[in-house]
């Protein structure tokens, strides 16, 4: 059935699984200016609309999911001149009402329950984005060589091993997928994690992938992730208290670590909300298997992109590992483009509310008086913005010099935001000292930024909109650092061991559910 049917008669029912058309229509207030409901074709519509839904399906996900998917609309938004996104168009609850089952028990934003730093708006993150710099404080570069990365190398050689040579790679990948995962998060990795965290962080993807609340894929891997929710919160919970009260090894090289060290009080960061940001990031980190298969594709001896496989050439035949006094090293600026050409997070979604009133009058849905809940967001997107001509001279070139040319997030301060037309900073620069033993402060740009400076020295980021996979401002990704230096290890291993990557001769490959919205033919491995 089409969705503009569905809503015409629906909507003005104030759709809810098992609500019949009669009570619902006398459950209205009587619309203005002599428009009278029509029971019957509403009623029919309904019926039509409720012959697609599998019987199988349980009532509350009816309600709770599949209606609000349906009542939901999404607006691509404008691209950013500037590395900004207006406050009006807020985080707050900005995801689509169908997916809060997945991460709430009660189908709806339950923050006493823990929250997360991607779904909260600005004016409630403490002062100057308090929030969000203690999230970051987990992620700055200086953390990565002597914390992180031999996990993640050590994730890379394992699924690179000579045995699983010219075999579909990103099933494969999946299947490792979650070692790295939680060691990275809480230092559990292997047999230590219990089959059903595994089996909960596949079945979130999954829904992510497809995301059609009607597939019976997406179905049954939504109710086998609320299933399991209490079960995972019990296990973090426990994980979190072994890194507090040092029961493991190394407590320091987990991101929970940082997040409890630097937490404060609490008021901004509580121990319920470190457990919800250790699977709320199912999300953020989900996007790694799209970018991993789109670098792969690229590189592809076959079915790849020359210029890519060329400047990965160029770039790993130098001094790929050392800045010179730039901001960037070589290898890093290899990377970044690789993120803006991919774009595996295609734009960041805001929560806008109806214009009840407005300049053209009373809205529609006042003057109807129809009491049902619709949702509506706004995308400012990335990879629209990524490629605009009006910010790059050549957008559709592949070119990681491009960046040596354009303001990083520690250039811009008052005199540059003026420079750009602006009376003052949009936002004040301000520092958060770590609590944590590093002489580490996170700070910000004029137009919000966050960044970390370590002994003195900036680590910035590439402060300029036609630079846009991680987002802007303030709500820009905390984890774009530690993303790209996961990539550059993954692409040294590839430089030193001389790994190719070739599209499979399939005839019927695999479909693998890599990302967000993102299901793919796994069809390319590798080989030495």
Excluded at 300 to 325: C, I, L, P, W, Y
Aim: aromatic share 12%; charged share 25%.
């Amino acid at each position: 059935m089409k969705r503009r049917t569905f809503l015409t008669g629906a909507a003005a029912l104030g759709l809810t699984a098992g609500t019949s058309a009669a009570r619902a229509v006398a459950a209205e207030s009587p619309p203005s200016g002599g428009i009278t409901a029509l029971p019957d074709e509403i009623a029919t519509a309904l019926a039509r609309f409720r012959a697609t839904i599998p019987v199988n399906f349980d009532r509350a996900y009816v309600e709770n999911v599949v209606v609000p998917y349906f009542l939901s609309s999404f607006y691509e938004g404008e691209r950013p001149k500037l590395p900004l996104i207006d406050l009006i168009l807020s985080k707050e609850n900005a995801l689509p009402q169908d997916l809060w089952g997945l991460i709430y028990s009660e189908w709806q934003p339950t923050p006493e329950e823990g929250s997360t730093v991607f779904l909260q708006g600005l004016e409630n993150r403490g002062e100057n984005n308090l929030r969000k710099r203690i999230y970051f404080s987990a992620m700055t570069t200086d953390l990565y060589k002597p914390m992180y990365s031999e996990k993640v190398s050590a994730f890379f050689d394992e699924l690179m091993d000579p045995k699983f040579a010219n075999i579909p790679f990103m099933r494969h990948y999946l299947d490792y997928y979650f070692d790295l995962y939680w060691d990275l998060h809480v230092g559990v990795k292997g047999n230590a994690i219990p089959a059903e965290v595994r089996e909960i962080g596949e079945a979130f993807n999954t829904v992510l992938a497809y995301r059609n609340p009607l597939q019976p894929i997406v179905y049954e891997n939504y109710m086998a992730v609320r299933k399991r929710l209490d079960f995972l919160r019990t296990w973090i919970d426990e994980r979190v208290e072994d890194i507090a009260n040092g029961r493991i090894a190394n407590p320091e090289k987990t991101l929970a670590w940082y997040w409890l060290k630097n937490a404060g009080d609490g008021t901004h960061f509580s121990k319920k909300d470190i457990i919800f940001e250790c699977f709320h990031n199912f999300v953020a980190l989900s996007q790694w298997g799209n970018s991993l298969y789109g670098i792969m594709s690229r590189l592809s001896e076959n079915d790849g992109d020359k210029a890519v496989r060329s400047s990965f050439q160029k770039t790993m035949s130098g001094d790929f590992d050392h800045a010179n006094g730039a901001p960037y090293t070589p290898l890093e600026l290899f990377v970044m483009e690789l993120f803006r050409t991919i774009s595996p997070n295609s734009g960041s979604i805001s929560a806008i509310r109806d214009a009840r009133d407005s300049a053209y009058g009373e809205s529609p849905h006042r003057s109807l008086g129809l009491s049902f809940e619709r949702h509506s967001y706004l995308i400012t997107p990335h990879t629209a913005t990524s490629f605009s001509r009006e910010l790059w001279k050549e957008p559709d070139t592949f070119d990681p010099d491009r960046y040596r040319e354009v303001p990083t997030s520690a250039d811009i301060d008052e005199e540059k935001c003026r420079q750009v037309g602006l009376a003052r900073c949009p936002f004040d620069m301000t520092s958060f000292e770590v609590k944590d033993g590093r002489k580490v402060s996170i700070t910000n740009s004029g137009f919000g930024t966050v960044f970390g400076v370590a002994d003195g020295q900036p680590s910035p980021v590439c402060d300029f909109a036609g630079f846009a996979p991680f987002g802007f401002s303030y709500r820009r990704c905390p984890g774009e650092q530690l993303t790209i230096r996961v990539f550059e290890d993954f692409l040294r291993k590839v430089w030193k061991e001389k790994i190719i990557f070739r599209k499979l001769p399939l005839t019927q490959p695999g479909r693998v559910p890599i990302g967000p919205t993102a299901v793919i033919d796994d069809n390319i491995g590798f080989s030495r």
